[in-house]
């Protein structure tokens, strides 16, 4: 059974940092996409950033530069590391994972397999 647990949620002001991790267990894609997304209320989900089992990363233009995201194999932990957080940064935070087969791409999916209870950002200014 996958299991994705989101963990480093908070409120902190305008120009801190966040640091949000994924506890993965359970999958066993010998290729795979992993991705953190958010979903603010009133708003669609989008991608933040994702992490391709080869190790290259990809980033949303709102967050390119100031977010990274990272995966530590050995404890199959994903994070990512937010800094200058801004307010248009609040919304629930979810890690996700799905398989790739071939030369399927990571980058800008939502048609991912599992996905964590997300946990919650909330940046004041």
């Known amino acids: 059974q996958v299991q994705l647990v989101e963990s480093g949620g908070g409120s902190v002001q305008a120009g801190g940092s966040l640091r949000l991790s994924c506890a993965a267990s359970g999958y066993t894609y010998r290729r795979y996409c992993m991705g953190w997304f958010r979903q603010a209320p009133g708003k669609e989900r989008e991608g933040v950033a994702y992490i391709n089992s080869d190790g290259p990363t990809s980033y949303a233009d709102s967050v390119r530069g100031r977010f990274t995201i990272s995966k530590d194999n050995a404890k199959n932990t994903l994070t990512l590391q937010m800094n200058s957080l801004k307010p248009e940064d609040t919304a629930m935070y979810y890690c996700?994972?799905?398989?790739?087969?071939?030369?399927?791409?990571?980058?800008?999916?939502?048609?991912?397999?599992?996905w964590g209870k997300g946990t919650l950002v909330t940046i004041s200014s």
């Open positions: 996700a994972v799905r398989g790739l087969g071939g030369y399927e791409p990571c980058a800008g999916r939502n048609d991912m397999d599992y």
